[in-house]
């Protein structure tokens, strides 16, 4: 398979980017806060569903995080090669 045409991510494109990763942030701290009060009310205790949302949370953040560091942008998703699929911002088109 040739090479896929790439190209450098845009300034607004990095900016969304950054700021997917700051909503990712603030998600992953109130979700953690909230895991903190159930277990600390719950005497140790999680329900399971405050579990899967935290854990959700955090994985949202490091795929954002592995996003914004991608430079280029190409036809396909390259995350090896860091290359994002152009229809991650299709909005922009």
């Known amino acids: 398979m040739p090479d896929m ?3 450098k991510k845009t300034e607004v494109e990095r900016e969304l980017d950054q700021q ?10 109130a979700t953690a806060e ?6 600390q009310d719950c005497e140790g205790d999680v329900y399971y569903s405050t579990y899967i949302k935290s854990a959700q ?10 996003i914004a560091k991608c430079a280029k942008v190409g036809d ?3 995350l090896d090669k860091g290359v994002v699929g152009k229809y ?6």
């Not at 909230?34 to 277990?39: D, L, M, N, Q, V």
């Not at 955090?58 to 592995?66: A, D, F, I, T, V």
């Open 57 to 66: 949370a955090l994985w949202h953040l490091n795929h954002s995080r592995e």
């Open 76 to 78: 396909q998703w390259d």
């Open 88 to 93: 991650r911002y299709p909005h922009l088109r």
């Open 34 to 39: 909230k895991f903190i009060e159930e277990f």
């Open 5 to 7: 045409k790439t190209r």
């Open 20 to 29: 997917a990763v700051r909503d990712a942030e603030s998600d992953l701290y």
